[in-house]
Structure formats: C-alpha cells, structure tokens
C-alpha cells in the first residue's frame, strides 16, 4: 500500500504558514480559526516563529523544514518525517525514542511514538 501524497491545500491558515506570516497565523489561530496540520506538505517551511502548543502533526512533511529552538512536546508527531529538517534546541515528545528522531532525520522514516 502506498503511502499517501502530501497535502498542500488552499487553506488560509495553510498558506500563512507558506508564506511566512506567523505572527498573522498565532493571531488567528488565537481567534479560533480552524486548521489542521496533519498529512500537510511543510517542506522547507521555517515554523521557528509559530505557537506550536498542540499542533497537529500526525503525518505532516516536514523535509528541510526549521523546527529550531521549537516545543513540540505537545504535538502529536505520528508518521511526520523529519528529512533533514533544522532541529537544533528542539524539544520533542517524550513518547518519541530519540533513534526514531534520528532515523526521520537521516532516512525520512515516519516517527512512531513508543507505546
């Protein structure tokens, strides 16, 4: 079975993000607008300036994307791959091993959470 392409939709929040406009996208995810992170393409996207807390990320692309300094300990990462992403002073969820880290890291594995 064939894993599932990457989303772009044409989502305002999404293209926020895209676009680089956090302070924008914080406000109106502030306000209640809805979004949902997970299955989309963040390739090369820099999150540094987002509010992660409770991001969805189940899924989400992150190749090349900079995840630096962010706390995603209250992100759901399942199946993200993390493909040479920036993650320099990241904090990670506890239940993610730090070789599932580093496998995403290298190969672009899809983390898994330890149960």
């Known amino acids: 079975m064939a894993a599932e392409r990457p989303k772009r939709p044409k989502d305002k929040m999404y293209k926020l993000l895209r676009k680089g406009k956090f302070k924008e996208f914080n406000l109106k995810r ?3 607008d809805a979004f949902n992170l997970a299955g989309l393409d963040l390739r090369a996207v820099d999150l540094t300036g987002v509010d992660t807390r409770g991001l969805n990320l189940v899924d989400a692309y992150l ?5 630096a300094g962010l706390d995603l300990r209250t992100c759901p990462l399942d199946g993200a791959s993390l493909l040479q992403a920036h993650v320099s002073g990241t ?11 580093s ?13």
Do not use: C, Q, V, W
């Open 30 to 32: 502030e306000e209640g």
């Open 91 to 101: 904090f990670f969820p506890h239940e993610i091993p730090a070789d599932e880290i």
């Open 103 to 115: 496998m995403s890291l290298k190969y672009g594995t899809r983390l898994r959470s330890r149960e």
């Open 63 to 67: 190749r090349d994307a900079n995840l």
